[in-house]
T-cell receptor, first 114, second 113 residues
């Protein structure tokens, strides 16, 4: 089983719709979680951190479900400019005392149509 | 403006040639990373460095080498031993090693002919 898994999509939704996608992780000791956005042929950019209590930034809401080991990203009132690939990132503590490991999911492609 | 600069943005090389990709950051970050991304796939870690003169292999280090002689600089050499070097290479930095808050350069797209 992959350490971090995402539905690759593509999700194709009309402008103004609400869309949500999940990212599952296998290591229950994972400590911190993030969503990144990557435009076509560009570098990933941090979109938002995911806190235990959830995190909202404008039209974007990120949530963590530790019991089921997944994080989610909800986009409300989607815009054409939201079209991108969304990568989830999980920070996994190492088995011995050393730096934690950052794992990227393969990304979920989102396409917003007019 | 603080950030990470990668160069060149596009690079074409013949098979068997070594290639060095530049990565410079002025964010005063301790940790730096090199990732490789292939079409439709996630990022795979090649090498990372926590401090000057120290670096560690990532998941796919074979055929690559790095150096960290200055805090700001973390160049990656793609050697002729790398069997499939054509890819999008991304350099990143973070304040501390293991932080999930990474800042990426714009990437270097290497094509081996």
């Amino acid at each position: 089983r992959k350490e971090v898994e995402q539905d690759p999509g593509p999700f194709n939704v009309p402008e103004g719709a609400t869309v949500a996608f999940n990212c599952t992780y296998s290591n229950s000791a994972s400590q911190s979680f993030f969503w990144y956005r990557q435009d076509c042929r560009k570098e990933p950019k941090l979109l938002m951190s995911v806190y235990s209590s959830g995190n909202e930034d404008g039209r974007f809401t990120a949530q963590l479900n530790r019991a089921s080991q997944y994080i989610s990203l909800l986009i409300r009132d989607s815009k054409l400019s939201d079209s991108a690939t969304y990568l989830c990132v999980v920070n996994i503590p190492p088995p011995r005392s050393s730096a934690s490991k950052i794992i990227f999911g393969s990304g979920t492609r989102l396409s917003i149509r007019p | 403006d603080g950030g990470i600069t990668q160069s060149p943005k596009y690079l074409f090389r013949k098979e068997g040639q070594n290639v060095t990709l530049s990565c410079e950051q002025n964010l005063n970050h301790d940790a730096m990373y090199w990732y490789r991304q292939d079409p439709g796939q996630g990022l795979r870690l090649i090498y990372y460095s926590q401090i000057v003169n120290d670096f560690q292999k990532g998941d796919i280090a074979e055929g690559y080498s790095v150096s960290r002689e200055k805090k700001e600089s973390f160049p990656l050499t793609v050697t002729s031993a790398q069997k499939n070097p054509t890819a999008f290479y991304l350099c990143a930095s973070s304040m501390l090693l293991g932080s999930g808050e990474l800042f990426f350069g714009e990437g270097s797209r290497l094509t081996v002919l």
